[in-house]
């Protein structure tokens, strides 16, 4: 049975998916240079991020259904490119396996890389399906269907992905800014904006100045391969930026808790030339003298000391041995002692 | 000289033989009393309360019991008395205490109760006597106002040992170091001096110690009790036993299941096998030796 939450998850798919549908309708009117097909879509973000929020069917019925949508309204009907609409639903599903590879929620730059090749899988792997059907039904040429659909769409809408889907993500709490999160996303979102504004601008230089499409497909991809490699260049320094502030605040994490068996990990970092260096060596020095001043306390606590006001004892050893009492007592002690003595001998 | 060596020598003799036909003679004690059964006095003491000292006692006495021993133990703590509690004994059960007897309303022996049967069957031969103070609060009153003839204590002492044939007398000593307290330590064959280890605890435990020298106590030693799981008790040991210049008999850790009992069963007769048992048994034979 469903239960209330899954009602409302549906709802919102169908919701955003009418959403996709609508605004495919508005931009399948206007078509990419060479193109009697593909569009600038940004809206293909919508299942992609549908995808990541609810899990690969909320992402394949939103895109599936949406792409269909967009067909009605534009009077093609439900079923007018059925292999597009499924194509549609993959873009959905494929980042709906976000929380199965470990890319959900993204807190470092393992995540967000495995993200990342999920959008980039996302925008190729399903138009190369459906484009592959348009040449193998011989609707279209090779030529064709490799600069005519399937380039143009998946520059595109990868572009788009990886300009949208961060923000959405976290806006709805799943991308979160730890230090390695900090540090690739201002060189991430510098290298995206200016491809795509690069992107944006050969479109417009194209259109009007009618340069070969092929070239601007190229183009496109071999700025698609450069923005990869600068991610994954980015991703590797930013790594080896923030692994040991990483390592050192786990390590002072389980300081915290009592453990101090894992300040050896620091000893590599401690070895760098610079401030990270200094930090982890003066870190290990502070944590060691704080390990040794808890043992030396347990060992005081261990360890019985005793004290007597030797002054006080004699003077209150005075007072009751100088009592008539006390003597008479000792002395009767005394005797009862020696008689005893004499009788036992 | 010579008559006085060849006693010595016969007396020897006779001590192996005895040793070797009956097995360990040393229930034969030497007593201040100095008649024919020579009961050995052990005072159970400590300056403050608190330190386990009633606990102890009873103790004591049980295992001494249990060893086939007859054993009195008297409550002189008539300000605040509580081993009664121990042996499991009411109000209603004592039909004389001590008080009666120290204000001439009956003989000592008539005060004593018999409780061998805390011991639950384990005492083969064994018995204990308890000579309980009054729990009532007019009778407390009255000691705190009147006081009483402290001789009486010690001559209370005597016809007790004679009347029950007495092996062992325990006396679970008021805190502190008054007039009875003192009596107590001065006619004792041996002092146990029971201590935390806790820094309320040391002027007062070096003072009684300093005291019962001064009395010449012919055994005194010092029982570390409750002592913190965290601590070394080897360590405990010997710091006490050089800071007091005074043997320790042993020393007791902090246990979770005494704290159980609440004092109302006895250890040693429940734990037989918990090694605080074993620590109290070396305390015994150590009290005895």
Known sequence: ?345 | MDFCLNLWFFRAAFEGARFLLFGDPSIENRSLFGNQKMAHIISVHSFRGGTGKSNTSANLAALYAMDGLRVGVIDTDIQSPGIHVIFGLGEEDVAYSLNDYLWGRCTIEQTACDVSSVLQGASPGGAVYLIPSSVNAADIARVLHDGYDIDLLSDGFRDLIRALKLDILVIDTHPGLNEETLLSIAISNALLVVMRPDYQDYQGTGLTVEVARELDVPRMMILINKAPSTFDLEQIRRTVADTYNCPVAGAIPHSEEMMGLASHHIFAVRYANHPIVTELKQVAKALRS
């Open chain 1, 1 to 345: 049975m469903w239960s209330k939450k899954s009602f409302t998850t549906a709802g919102v798919c169908i919701a955003v998916g009418c959403v996709y549908g609508f605004a495919n309708f508005l931009s399948g009117k206007y078509y990419l240079p060479g193109c009697n097909f593909a569009e600038l879509r940004p809206q293909v973000v919508l299942p992609m991020f549908m995808g990541v929020l609810y899990g690969p069917v909320a992402g394949f019925v939103c895109g599936a259904l949406g792409d269909m949508l967009g067909y009605t309204i534009g009077g093609k009907g439900p079923f007018f490119a059925l292999h597009w609409s499924m194509a549609n639903g993959l873009m959905g599903l494929i980042p709906g396996l976000a929380r199965y590879v470990g890319a959900r929620p993204v807190d470092a730059i393992a995540p967000f890389v495995r993200l990342l090749i999920l959008l980039v899988l996302a925008s190729g792997v399903p138009f190369a399906f459906s484009t592959g059907v348009e040449y193998g039904l011989g609707r279209v040429p090779f030529h064709e269907a490799l600069f005519g659909f399937f380039l143009p769409i998946f520059i595109t809408d990868t572009l788009w992905a990886f300009m949208l889907v961060p923000p959405m993500m976290r806006a709805a709490g799943l991308l979160i800014s730890r230090i390695e999160m900090r540090t690739i996303q201002a060189v991430y979102y510098l290298l995206i904006v200016t491809v795509m504004a690069t992107w944006l601008s050969s479109i417009l230089i194209t259109m009007r100045e009618e340069i070969q499409v092929e070239e601007l497909y190229t183009l496109g991809a071999v700025t698609l391969i450069v923005l990869i490699i600068g991610l994954a260049v980015s991703a590797v320094s930013s790594k080896k930026i923030t692994a040991p502030v990483v390592t050192l605040t786990n390590v002072a994490h389980r300081v915290g808790e009592g453990d101090y068996s894992h300040v050896a990990e620091l000893r590599t970092i401690g070895s760098r030339p610079d401030e990270l260096g200094t930090m982890a060596t003066v870190f290990s020095d502070m944590v060691r003298s704080v390990e040794k001043r808890e043992e030396d306390l347990r060992q005081e606590v261990r360890t019985l000391r005793v004290r007597i006001d030797r002054k006080k004892q004699t003077a209150d050893l005075e007072k009751i041995t100088g009592s008539d009492y006390f003597k008479t007592l000792k002395q009767k002690a005394g005797n009862l002692r020696r008689r005893a003595g004499a009788e036992d001998s």
